[in-house]
Every structure is written in structure tokens, then in C-alpha cells.
């Protein structure tokens, strides 16, 4: 999408289905906490693919996990679907990450179960989420991957590795995909093929929130939050 067409991750005139508040969250190094997320506010629209850019060490990834749960802020407000997750307990956060959230990491490997196929991966991901595992063959014909339902991760390329991976997490119509770099890794033609997953699996009702500062995905937002130094840089 055109920078010009494009909205700010606030979404204007979508409902949020992630925001933040007064963020602040460090992550740790040898010689102490070091600040990686300072006074970040902002929100992430509903049924859009927003993607949280900027250089390396701006803070995307940890922004990813605390809106993952899998990460702890510092201060600040984390909703998802309008549930503080600060205020959980692990086994509750635990229990909302896999009803609303689906969640893509950045190497493709470790997404995925190297002994099962790639239908039966996203089957199992839909009964883990309480839902119905007989949308997994669509799901992976609308990634792309109708021809490859048989196939292992090994006999998978990184690119579809990846797109098996995030039909994994969103099969079950998860409230949203967040993703952490998720075409890092790959070559140019399975990261053209993975941001067009992307967009159909926008284009079918999902909510993508991801990390990335990858030119490519970046024209394919709908929404776009800049970092900078753990800052909000543009939005």
C-alpha cells in the first residue's frame, strides 16, 4: 500500500485490538537492565496488517513479546482484547495467549514440529486452541501451500516454513497474529511470497501485527509504527 493510503498503527476508525500505554520495559544485559521500550503509546487496529518498523535494536521484538505476554514491562498498560496482561497470573496468560493470540518467531525452525506434516501442524495448533482442525487444508491453500499438506519441515523451504507457520497461528480465527521478523531470514522470492501470504490472510479477516524493518513488508502495511532507540518515532 502506498505510504500516502497508509494510517498510523493507531488505526483510525478500527477498533484496537492490542494498545499500549506509558510503556516501559528494559531487557538485560551484563552490566544491568538496559531500557529497550521508554514511554511507548500506542494501539493496533483490528482486521489490519500493522507493522512495527525501524533499524535493529529499536525495540520491535520487545514490543512483540510484551504484547506476547512473554515479556514483562517495566510500567505501562498491555490490553489485548481489553485484558491488562499484567494483571495475569502465568497460567492465565498463559491460557489467553492460546485462545486470542497466534505467534510466529523468527526462525522459521522453530515454529514448527519436525516430525509432523504441514497440515497436521496447523490441526494441531486449531485443537490447541479449542477449535475445529477441518480449515487446515484451506488455510494452508490460501498461504500457498495446497500442494505441500504432506510435507515435513525439513522438505520445506524457510519460506515455507514460515507460511506454514502462520497458518498455525491462525487457524482457530486467533484475535490476532503477531509476528517477530518473520521474513529475516529468507530469500527475496520467499519473502515476496510470505508478505502475499500475509495480505490474503488480512484479506480473509485476520489481524497481523509485525515486526520488521524489511522494505518489502513495510509497503504491504495497512498501519505503520516507527521505533527508534525504544521510542516512538513516527506514526
Excluded: W
Aim: some cysteine; hydrophobic content about 45%; glycine content about 10%.
Amino acid at each position: 500500500m502506498p505510504a500516502s493510503e497508509r494510517s498510523p498503527a493507531t488505526g483510525r476508525g478500527h477498533p484496537a485490538v492490542a494498545r499500549c500505554e506509558a510503556l516501559h520495559a528494559d531487557y538485560v544485559t551484563a552490566a544491568g537492565p538496559t531500557p529497550a521500550l521508554v514511554d511507548v503509546t500506542t494501539a493496533f487496529a483490528r482486521g489490519r496488517l500493522s507493522v512495527v518498523a525501524g533499524p535493529s535494536g529499536s525495540g520491535k521484538s520487545t514490543l512483540l513479546r510484551v504484547l506476547a505476554g512473554l515479556h514483562r514491562p517495566r510500567s505501562g498498560l498491555v490490553e489485548v482484547e481489553g485484558v491488562d496482561l499484567t494483571s495475569l497470573t502465568p497460567g492465565r496468560l498463559r491460557r489467553l495467549r492460546r485462545r486470542t493470540m497466534g505467534l510466529v518467531l523468527q526462525n522459521p525452525a522453530d515454529n514448527l514440529i519436525d516430525y509432523l506434516s504441514a497440515v497436521e501442524q496447523v490441526e494441531l495448533a486449531a485443537r490447541l486452541r479449542g477449535g475445529d482442525p477441518s480449515g487446515a487444508r484451506d488455510l494452508l491453500g490460501a498461504v500457498g501451500l495446497a500442494h505441500r499438506l504432506d510435507s515435513r519441515p525439513s522438505e520445506l523451504s524457510g519460506g515455507e516454513q514460515q507460511r506454514v507457520a502462520f497458518a498455525a497461528a491462525a487457524v482457530g480465527s486467533p484475535a490476532v497474529l503477531l509476528a517477530d521478523e518473520p521474513t529475516a531470514q529468507l530469500d527475496a522470492q520467499a519473502d515476496s511470497a510470505l508478505v502475499a501470504a500475509m495480505r490474503g490472510l488480512v484479506d480473509r479477516g485476520a489481524t497481523l501485527v509485525v515486526s520488521s524493518h524489511d522494505d518489502t513488508v513495510m509497503a504491504a502495511a495497512d498501519d505503520l509504527l516507527t521505533l527508534r532507540d525504544g521510542r516512538v518515532a513516527a506514526r
